[in-house]
């Protein structure tokens, strides 16, 4: 089996017929491909425990999956993966258990009765103005490298879209050219937002110049893949509209883990990945959007609309946590001397 060798460790050679039909069910709900590997990598991540060994996962039957079973896969998961893996692995096996006790192929979903760790309900925080110059400061420092996976344009680009329009990973990653219309004072960014919900995203001249200066130096590293036929436009007016916006230093659609990744190596570079919240890397940059527009007073309801929120709770915790940074700040009025000195305050003068 020689072919093996080139398949992900969660892929395994054979899947049970009643997965085939379960991953099959999901597809015409049309998940995004990143929702799709995620049902196949968690399955076959407890799958693999309850089965005598990797090539036997194809010949477990739903009589298997009895909660014992399950729970003592998920106590062993557990052992080796941070809370937000088991909760994601949990949540994608609810799904299954349900698909399958609703086909009448179990008797019972066993699920509700398998732990799953909380998620501690923490206000999400912004990086702040310092920060971001510090690792815009680390990015410009690559420009004129001579290596290949350095390119200091494109990843200030990416750094800039996240922090000035708030998208996220995958949304970045699925972005086209022809996905940014120029407007008389900046521009639109057409977002395919998560759960196939699209929104519009305005953005200020300023971003527009940065992403056109980064396809600028695309076009020079990749000349055959611009427009053709003796176009002779610059940075978007170059590039077919179905063109990624974003590409890796092959020329291709830039991938998850190179995105991440350059994100993480701005982060240590800067000195800054203390910095940052333990696990968000572009989502931190998605959270310094959101906060940083609910400290100028945005309503939440445009916030719910900006982020592609489907709730206005959601968008709620960036205006608390707006507020707790308000209250500090607000705490460094000299005049509560008044309260404590009984007296004149003191105001360093």
Request: proline fraction near 5%; charged fraction near 25%; glycine fraction near 8%.
């Amino acid at each position: 089996m020689a072919a093996r060798s080139d398949r992900p460790d969660w892929e395994p050679v054979r899947y049970p017929g009643w997965f085939t039909a379960f991953l099959a069910d999901r597809a015409i709900r049309k998940p995004s491909p990143h929702t799709a590997k995620a049902y196949r990598q968690d399955f076959v991540a407890i799958a693999t425990l309850m089965a005598p060994d990797r090539d036997a996962i194809a010949e477990l039957t739903p009589d298997e999956l009895t909660r014992e079973a399950i729970r003592a896969a998920f106590a062993a998961y557990a052992a080796t993966h941070e809370a937000a893996s088991i909760r994601r692995c949990w949540s994608n096996w609810n799904t299954l258990c349900t698909f399958l006790y609703t086909s009448e192929l179990i008797a019972s979903n066993p699920m509700p009765l398998i732990g799953r760790p909380k998620v501690a309900k923490t206000l999400p925080k912004g990086l702040g103005g310092d920060t971001v110059a510090e690792l815009l400061a680390a990015i410009d420092t690559d420009s004129g490298s001579r290596r290949r996976s350095d390119w200091a344009e494109r990843d200030r680009a990416l750094v800039l879209t996240a922090l000035l329009a708030g998208l996220r990973a995958d949304e970045l990653l699925r972005a086209d050219v022809g996905d940014i219309r120029l407007t008389d004072d900046g521009g639109v960014i057409h977002v395919r937002g998560k759960g196939g919900k699209d929104r519009r995203i305005p953005v200020e001249q300023a971003l527009i110049d940065v992403i056109q200066t980064y396809l600028d130096t695309r076009a020079a590293r990749f000349p055959t893949t611009a427009k053709q036929r003796g176009v002779t436009g610059r940075g978007l007016s170059a590039w077919p509209a179905s063109a990624p916006l974003f590409v890796g230093s092959d020329g291709g659609r830039l991938t998850r883990g190179t995105l991440q990744y350059r994100v993480l190596r701005a982060f240590k570079k800067a000195g800054l990945d203390g910095q940052r919240a333990r696990g968000a890397l572009v989502h931190g940059l998605r959270h310094t959007y959101a906060t940083e527009l609910a400290n100028a007073d945005v309503s939440v309801y445009t916030l719910m609309k900006l982020l592609g929120h489907e709730s206005m709770v959601t968008s709620q915790r960036y205006v608390t946590a707006a507020g707790s940074e308000n209250r500090a700040a607000a705490a460094q009025n000299p005049l509560y001397g008044l309260i404590a000195n009984g007296s004149k305050p003191d105001t360093g003068r």
